[in-house]
């Protein structure tokens, strides 16, 4: 009988969690609604895969994650050929937060991601976050460039920009956190205090192999 038990509990186990997962695929039952979660982003449901949508870089090479080092990447989007206060804040913030990380600091990356459109980006704010002038007009690249090293800046088609960033259009504060394998899987607005995200982030990084 001690035999008997000591081998049925494992195959109970395994029973019992073939029987969640297949409610959960189903969609039958939502483990995240009945456990509960401990982030402070929304989570993207389903994720979506970056590299289902074509990335391109300032000199027009598609940008494949797949290829990438594996890092956690906080993306801001921006729409229209145009970085408001909403989407210089988003920058601002995130800059500030990857800083914070300290010795994770390395682990993280940004990406600036904006619909393709002819002529130039625009900064369209009065004055930057941390109070500092704004660059003359036309100098976004260059503002960019200077205030905010280790970006990088990629376009994406209209429809691939929709599918991507899809919260974006009713809440332009919104900004994501993709995971190391390219798939966003949170997001975050102005709301969003800065030290939850920062709580966010090391439990995922100290959570992850990435």
Request: glycine share 6%.
């Given at each position: 009988m001690v035999l008997l038990l000591i081998g049925g509990i494992?195959?109970?186990?395994?029973?019992?969690?073939?029987?969640?997962?297949?409610?959960?695929?189903?969609?039958?039952?939502?483990?995240?609604?009945?456990?509960?979660?401990?982030?402070?982003?929304?989570?993207?449901?389903?994720?979506?895969?970056?590299?289902?949508?074509?990335?391109?870089?300032k000199s027009g090479a598609t940008l494949k994650f797949a290829d990438m080092e594996p890092r956690w990447s906080m993306l801001i989007p921006a729409a229209g050929g145009r970085c408001d206060?909403?989407?210089?804040?988003?920058?601002?913030?995130?800059?500030q937060i990857q800083v914070a990380m300290g010795k994770h600091f390395n682990r993280l990356r940004r990406f600036y991601i904006e619909e393709e459109h002819t002529g130039d980006t625009e900064l369209v704010v009065s004055q930057l976050s941390d109070g500092r002038p704004v660059p003359p007009a036309g100098g976004f690249s260059e503002y960019l460039a200077t205030e905010h090293r280790g970006l990088q800046a990629l376009t994406v088609s209209v429809t691939g920009y929709i599918a991507l960033f899809a919260e974006y259009s009713s809440d332009p504060g919104t900004w994501y956190l993709a995971d190391p394998g390219g798939w966003i899987m949170m997001s975050y607005n102005e709301q969003t205090p800065y030290k939850d995200v920062i709580t966010d982030l090391k439990f995922l990084i100290k959570n992850s192999g990435g």
């Open positions: 494992p195959v109970t186990v395994a029973l019992v969690a073939t029987w969640l997962w297949y409610f959960v695929v189903r969609g039958d039952l939502d483990l995240v609604s009945i456990l509960g979660t401990a982030n402070r982003g929304e989570l993207v449901q389903p994720p979506r895969q970056l590299d289902d949508q074509a990335l391109l870089s206060e909403a989407c210089e804040k988003s920058l601002y913030v995130t800059r």
